[in-house]
């Protein structure tokens, strides 16, 4: 059984800032490439910025510049860092997280509980 738990989302003015952080814990024999996705009413979840353990990054082009991902592997943590906030950044922020269980080496992809975010113009 593995959970990842967000948290860090909530109400902020366009132009501001955000870090959101998932925190990934139980039978975790090793995290893969964590993630970081969005979504709105009606739309489809979108992948906001993703980061491999090797350290490559992905990012939609909407928050490049703006976004930063990063991983604590010592923590199966990942975060994401949101600065210049825009009222159409608003949605569910969902963490994602490909791991490796440790009773049978196999890999799974688990979803957190997802955290809001809404930025106020």
């Known amino acids: 059984q593995v959970q990842l738990v967000e948290s860090g989302g909530g109400l902020v003015q366009a132009g501001g800032s955000l870090r959101l952080s998932c925190a990934a814990s139980g039978s975790i024999l090793s995290l893969n490439a964590m993630g970081w996705y969005r979504q709105t009413p009606g739309k489809q979840r979108e992948l906001v910025a993703s980061l491999t353990r090797g350290g490559s990054t992905n990012y939609v082009d909407s928050v490049k510049g703006r976004f930063t991902i990063s991983r604590d592997n010592a923590k199966n943590t990942v975060y994401l860092q949101m600065n210049s906030l825009k009222p159409e950044d608003t949605a569910v922020y969902y963490c994602?997280?490909?791991?490796?269980?440790?009773?049978?080496?196999?890999?799974?992809?688990?979803w957190g509980q997802g955290t809001q975010v809404t930025v106020s113009s």
């Open positions: 994602n997280a490909e791991v490796v269980v440790t009773s049978t080496s196999s890999v799974y992809h688990y």
